[in-house]
């Protein structure tokens, strides 16, 4: 399958006018890699482009990715890495010891994030929609409606990995004896969905989703998928973050 889109993208060019959606699995700090990437999609001045999330962590230049993304006008949805980053900066307000800890990279990112990086990470949404295309970090329940979500609600969407036979969240290392990746037992009620969050080493097609992380920063690739819309679509890839 994922050979057949690769040999299907040989002759993908965007004519002019055309609107296409260009969205990018975790990048995680890896930013040469997302340059590189880029160079090879060219980007015209229709195109939107959005990220998974998890843009940042892990990776060796989460502040450098950041600042490339607000430069060039790249939007993301929200990933846990980043939500976890802006819950501990909320904790950090109030006169209590703060109940959340980071490690030393995150220490790294909330010492050097400047107040245009904070601004960028607040103003990201939980998902985007573009026609029926939506994008997502982590996955959805089927009885869950996204312009609806309650805070609880938000968090399953940036984690969501495996759900129970109810079809509901089971979280990570909790899976029971009949559990299903999500997307595998996604209805579509919320659209044709692209998603990261849980990597693999190639690109996950499911009824009405596909997942593109596919672990730039654990050193297989960084994966774009380019849209015309849920059927027409192509998939470009980058060599990953080799130590
Ligand atoms: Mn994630």
Redesign the pocket.
């Known amino acids: 399958m994922l050979n057949y889109l690769i040999k299907k993208c040989k002759n993908y060019f965007c004519t002019p006018g055309e609107v296409r959606l260009i969205v990018y699995g975790?990048i995680h700090g890896c930013l040469n890699e997302l340059k590189n990437l880029r160079e090879k999609i060219k980007p015209g001045n229709n195109d939107i482009e959005v990220c998974v999330?998890?843009i940042i962590t892990k990776g060796y230049d989460s502040i450098g990715v950041l600042e490339y993304l607000m430069e060039n006008n790249i939007k993301s949805v929200l990933?846990?890495?980043e939500d976890k980053i802006l819950r501990y900066l909320e904790h950090e307000k109030s006169k209590k010891k703060n109940p959340m800890t980071l490690d030393e990279d995150e220490k790294r990112i909330v010492k050097n994030l400047k107040k245009r990086h904070l601004n960028y990470l607040k103003s990201l949404p939980v998902f985007f929609r573009h026609g029926d295309i939506t994008i997502v970090?982590?996955g959805l329940e089927n009885r869950v409606k996204l312009d609806n979500l309650s805070k609880h609600e938000i968090q399953k969407v940036l984690r969501l990995r495996y759900v129970d036979d109810n079809g509901d969240f089971l979280a990570k290392g909790k899976e029971k004896k009949n559990y299903s990746f999500w997307a595998d037992v996604y209805d579509g009620n919320e659209g044709f969905i692209v998603h990261?969050?849980r990597w693999n080493k190639t690109v996950t097609i499911h009824p009405q989703a596909i997942g593109i992380d596919t672990g730039c920063v654990y050193g297989n690739y960084l994966t774009a998928i380019v849209m015309k819309n849920k059927h027409d679509y192509c998939i470009i890839q980058q060599n990953g973050y080799k130590k």
């Open positions: 975790d999330g998890d990933g846990n890495h970090h982590g990261g969050h």
